[in-house]
């Protein structure tokens, strides 16, 4: 009877410290545009509609290192196609983000014409 009930105030100390967090465990990966990963001409809508990305899913883009960026933008930027207010940028050709909050999240390559053809991705985070 004591080992139920200890096993009872764990769970519920888990689930009391644990409402904020999802175990890694029970994380997505996505790769951004699947087969077609971050390239100009790809239309992102699409691929992230019906998605429920949580907290802890983790984005994997991939793209031609050093002529293509992936960064993360806040909404002005993202809807002009600057990265004025950039968070964080990469150029390396394989960028994962882990997404640790829940909101909004706005991705752009920082090339104006690479942005106008189709490098931006708005997601939201549950």
């Known amino acids: 009877m004591a080992n139920s009930i200890g096993k009872l105030v764990l769970v519920c100390i888990f689930l009391i410290l644990g409402v904020d967090h999802v175990p890694s465990s029970f994380a997505k990966e996505y790769v951004v545009g699947d087969k077609k990963g971050w390239s100009p001409g790809v239309d992102y809508h699409p691929w992230a509609y019906g998605k429920s990305f949580r907290v802890g899913d983790v984005l994997h883009f991939f793209y031609t290192p050093k002529v293509i960026d992936v960064a993360s933008v806040d909404i002005s930027s993202y809807a002009l196609c600057e990265g004025v207010k950039t968070f964080y940028k990469d150029n390396s050709g394989q960028t994962s983000i882990t997404l640790d909050k829940s909101g909004s999240y706005y991705f752009i390559s920082t090339n104006k014409q690479g942005c106008f053809t ?9």
Not at 118 to 126: A, I, S, Y
Request: a neutral charge.
């Open 118 to 126: 189709g490098l931006k991705l708005e997601l939201h985070v549950l």
